[in-house]
């Protein structure tokens, strides 16, 4: 029972519940519930058990992956709880929320006991006080009361406590105290718990987050911030064994036509541009284009191939030999077909059943648009034609993939964190600690007694320690 | 990369001897007749070690500092070959480098904490303790043991600062479950009623209590500020400071644990065994945090 030791003198500051069912009793009782360290480490365990849930359970993934995996009826009741989000959840957002409460709560309630007792602290104490004390000893040393009160205040002072003293007719009492630093730093971090979690809030009511799939040369309006943003170039660095060095883009920030800023980013480097950040997030191949395709054309008849040829996306190709013009008009990685409207897509953005969209004039009798299959050559004859288009391979077009996000509360965020490791570490590493001594004169006055006690609420060892060299010190005190 | 690898493991062999060496001092130990000491004093033992025990306990002592000197030594020559191949050099990029250096603060931690109260039986559970995180590392597959150079997503300056630190809050929680386990085995033997050596070498329950808290309380503000600079480096580099990802929800995970601890301590009966447990049950969940996240849970990096 560390804790509630020093709350010894402070206890009779918390005033009593008065007895009936008022509004002031209503109102102790909330203030008791939402100040209680049960309901703190409730919330506590609770948010911890309840974080893992979406460590186990994949976060934000499409319905047909759930089922999949944990069937229909277990998807039903993960909608239910939340657990498919849960930190968005509305009853995971109310315990932060709790958890805020209570530690401002604990602030009102306790906080004003800790200010009161760095403005002026209860001196006076009783003899039987000191003897109660979960430290205490006596020690009879030689010199007057008045100058052993005096070289104990000195010996405090010069160990850095702040020493408060009284003298009386029959006995003299010295107090002195130390550390409550500690305890101001435990309520910092309680404060700073919620400034974090207001940040956050700030965060996602005024921020945004986006990810935007860009192209190479081309541009792109940011509507956020009134100001457009063109993509120079995407590459990728390697070290000398093939592992990826770096992913890098290189942005320029538009205003109008004016270019206003380039910069090519990395992975832990972004551009900044009128509180919107852009990071270089990810990269891919593009599902609905490609840079180069390269086509076999085959003789009808034979099988034999005819000719192999590369095609850039959408530039027009004359092969006079075989009297052809081609054009790569189209491209989807994995085919898709929606009859409804007639459309060819992509279904899934990964390159599953790629196709091309070929555009065919063959000796202006034939001119044809089909799709070409990689997985699946010869799938579709083309009538009239003397030859077999077969796609044998593509080179993907890559987009680099850019996280776009403005985030108002971030300072904010930052001023809670700083606040909060220093309340923690100043409570973890200072503990406050106060000492009385009452001095009381011999009968013929030459000698006196000195009863010492003291308390802590933590860091008994330490203590312990300091309190043996405190009394040895009493033994030697020059008066 | 065969220098360190060799270095590391000289580490562990000392470390076992030290660890031998301190579990031989317990047990050398004889109690004094004279209890002069008043109960709950910490450097007055009510013991008379002997001539052994001193002996001993004075060797564990010298080969608790070999070890560390080779594990820094060891660290070090790491921290050269990275930066002479790849160009950073935090020994703490990968698993086996991050087990290397817990063992590393854990040790360097106990020898602090020997120095300042001079309780020599606790090296028999908290060396233990380093020398299962050096050991467990070794015992990783080669290619784990290896410096491979960061993927671009840790290449940051903030990879010196975020993970150390981190990993300094996980020595301490390291320290603590050591004690927890130190107290209820101590605590086991006080049940049973019988007086065994061993009971009587251990510190009192209220001194090993006391000391496995204070190790919390140094582990809880680092891990707040190793999260926080986790945070402050998502913001960076992946624009958004928190994306609860398993890592970093795991490591609040922890925090709150231990945070339940700290406020616990203060309500009745949140002393003692109880809180010796918790501190056993919040190391496992470091351990989890560490190397369970890595290996069980999916990452959502974009380039993990
Ligand atoms: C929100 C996150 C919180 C953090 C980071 C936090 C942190 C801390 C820390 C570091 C201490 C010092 C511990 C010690 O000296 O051993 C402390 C003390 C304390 N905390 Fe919290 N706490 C939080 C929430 C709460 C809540 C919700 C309560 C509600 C009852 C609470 C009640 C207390 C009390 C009563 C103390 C003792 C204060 C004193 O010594 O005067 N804490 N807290």
């Known amino acids: 029972m560390n804790g509630n030791r020093p709350t010894l003198v402070e206890r009779d500051t918390v005033p009593a519940a008065t007895p009936g069912l008022g509004w002031d009793q209503v109102k102790s009782e909330l203030l008791e519930f939402f100040a209680s360290l049960k309901l703190a480490m409730f919330l506590f365990i609770v948010l911890a058990i309840t974080a893992t849930i979406g460590t186990v359970i994949q976060q934000n993934e499409r319905a047909d992956v759930y089922i999949q995996e944990y069937g229909e009826q277990v998807y039903h009741w993960f909608t239910l709880l939340g657990f498919t989000d849960v930190y968005h959840t509305w009853w995971f957002t109310s315990l932060l929320a709790l958890l805020c409460i209570n530690s401002l709560t604990c602030f009102y309630k306790r906080f004003p006991a800790i200010w009161r007792s760095m403005q002026q602290d209860k001196v006076n104490v009783s003899l039987p006080f000191v003897k109660n004390l979960k430290y205490t000893t006596e020690v009879a040393v030689p010199g007057q009361k008045d100058r052993v009160a005096e070289g104990l205040v000195r010996m405090f002072a010069e160990k850095g406590y702040r020493v408060l003293a009284q003298n009386g007719a029959q006995e003299a009492t010295v107090y002195a105290t130390k550390g409550i630093m500690g305890r101001v730093g435990a309520h910092v971090a309680h404060l700073s718990a919620t400034v974090i979690v207001l940040g956050g809030l700030v965060g996602s009511v005024w921020g945004f ?271 | 990369m065969v220098r360190s690898l060799f270095l590391f493991d000289m580490t562990f062999w000392l470390y076992l001897a030290a660890l031998g060496l301190y579990v031989g001092y317990v047990f050398a130990r004889r109690p004094s007749p004279l209890q002069l000491a008043p109960a709950g004093h910490p450097t007055s033992t009510g013991f008379n070690d002997g001539a052994w025990a001193t002996q001993i306990g004075q060797v564990a002592t010298i080969v608790t500092i070999f070890g560390l000197i080779m594990n820094t030594v060891a660290l070090a020559t790491r921290a050269y070959e990275r930066l002479e191949h790849l160009g950073t050099f935090a020994p703490w990029s990968n698993q086996f480098e991050a087990m290397a250096f817990v063992s590393w603060a854990i040790i360097f931690g106990y020898l602090l904490f020997e120095a300042r109260y001079k309780i020599k039986s606790v090296g028999a559970f908290v060396v233990g303790i380093g020398f299962i995180a050096m050991g467990a590392a070794s015992l990783l597959p080669y290619r784990y043991q290896t410096a491979e150079p960061l993927v671009p997503a840790l290449n940051s300056y903030w990879i010196y600062i975020h993970v150390s630190v981190t990993l300094l809050s996980y020595s301490a929680f390291a320290m603590a479950g050591g004690l927890g386990i130190m107290y209820l085995v101590k605590e086991r033997a006080e049940r049973l009623g019988k007086p065994s050596r061993l009971y009587d070498a251990l510190p009192d329950l209220e001194t090993i209590d006391e000391l496995g808290y204070k190790a919390i309380m140094v582990g809880f503000p680092l891990l707040a500020f190793g999260i926080i600079l986790g945070a402050m480096w998502a913001n960076y580099a992946w624009g958004g400071y928190w994306s609860w990802d398993p890592k970093e929800t795991w490591s609040l995970i922890v925090w709150l644990i231990y945070g339940a601890y700290i406020h616990a301590r203060m309500t009745r009966g949140w002393e003692g065994r109880r809180a010796a447990i918790y501190a056993v049950f919040g190391l496992l969940m470091v351990v989890f945090c560490f190397w369970g996240v890595n290996f069980l849970l999916s990452g959502l990096h974009a380039y993990a």
């Open chain 1, 209 to 479: 987050q986006q990810f935007g799939v860009c192209l190479e040369g081309e541009t792109y309006h940011i509507p956020e911030g009134k100001f457009d943003l063109r993509v120079d170039k995407f590459w990728i660095d390697y070290h000398e064994n093939g592992a990826v060095k770096s992913y890098n883009s290189t942005l320029t920030v538009l205003e109008g036509e004016a270019p206003k800023l380039t910069k090519t980013i990395t992975v832990n480097d972004p551009l900044v541009y009128k509180d919107i950040w852009f990071y270089q997030s990810s990269y891919g191949n593009a599902w609905d284009r490609v840079e180069v395709v390269r086509l076999n054309i085959k003789d009808k008849k034979t099988d034999e191939v005819l000719h192999t040829v590369d095609l850039d996306w959408q530039k027009e190709m004359a092969l006079n030999d075989l009297g052809l013009k081609l054009a790569v008009t189209d491209f989807v990685a994995d085919f898709g077909f929606n009859s409804q409207d007639k459309k060819v897509y992509s279904k899934s953005v990964d390159h599953e059943n790629p196709a091309i969209k070929l555009a065919i004039w063959e000796r202006d009798s034939v001119a044809a648009t089909p799709w070409i299959f990689y997985h699946y050559p010869g799938l579709f004859d083309i009538k009239d034609s003397q030859y077999r288009f077969e796609l044998a391979g593509y080179r993907p077009k890559q987009f680099t993939g850019l996280q776009i996000s403005k985030d108002p509360g971030v300072n904010i965020v930052w001023v809670g964190s700083t606040l909060i490791v220093v309340g923690i570490t100043l409570s973890s590493f200072i503990y406050h600690r106060r000492l009385w001594a009452k001095i009381v004169p011999d009968a013929d006055g030459a000698r006196s007694v000195v009863h010492i006690g003291g308390n802590t609420h933590k860091s008994q060892i330490d203590f312990q320690k300091e309190f043996r060299r405190i009394t040895e010190r009493l033994n030697t005190l020059k008066t």
